[in-house]
């Protein structure tokens, strides 16, 4: 069993930044493909970002309207992974959920291929 517990939201002025944390409990944590996805109100949940473990590195991976302003990374030994978000957008506002999962198969991109998840953190983004 995983839990996940995201922190680091907020209210920030567009063009601003902000780091997410998903702190994971489990002692298998390096090995789980970890990912980030994020629902607007009345929009379906959508992919933002994820790590995959291959041959003893992570993979990343980013949706395209996150690639170049957002990066994942994954602190093994703080069983933390994070999401930086630089130079965020209106258009970014979200509830930013933090999922992990066990299974090698499966898109990173696909929320069902994920096991865990966390309650999330509200991101807005003033203009």
């Known amino acids: 069993q995983v839990q996940l517990a995201e922190s680091g939201g907020g209210l920030v002025q567009a063009a601003g930044s902000l780091r997410l944390s998903c702190a994971a409990s489990g002692r298998t944590f390096s090995t789980y493909r970890m990912g980030w996805f994020r629902q607007a109100p009345g929009k379906a949940r959508e992919f933002v970002a994820a790590?995959?473990?291959?041959?003893?590195?992570?993979?990343?991976y980013y949706a395209d309207s996150v690639k170049g302003r957002f990066t994942i990374s994954r602190d093994n030994a703080k069983n933390t992974v994070y999401l930086q978000m630089n130079s965020l957008k209106p258009e970014d506002t979200a509830v930013y959920y933090c999922a992990a999962g066990a299974s090698y198969s499966g898109s990173v991109m696909d929320g069902l291929s994920y096991d865990y998840w966390g309650q999330g953190t509200q991101v807005t983004v003033s203009s």
């Open positions: 790590l995959r473990r291959t041959y003893g590195f992570d993979s990343t």
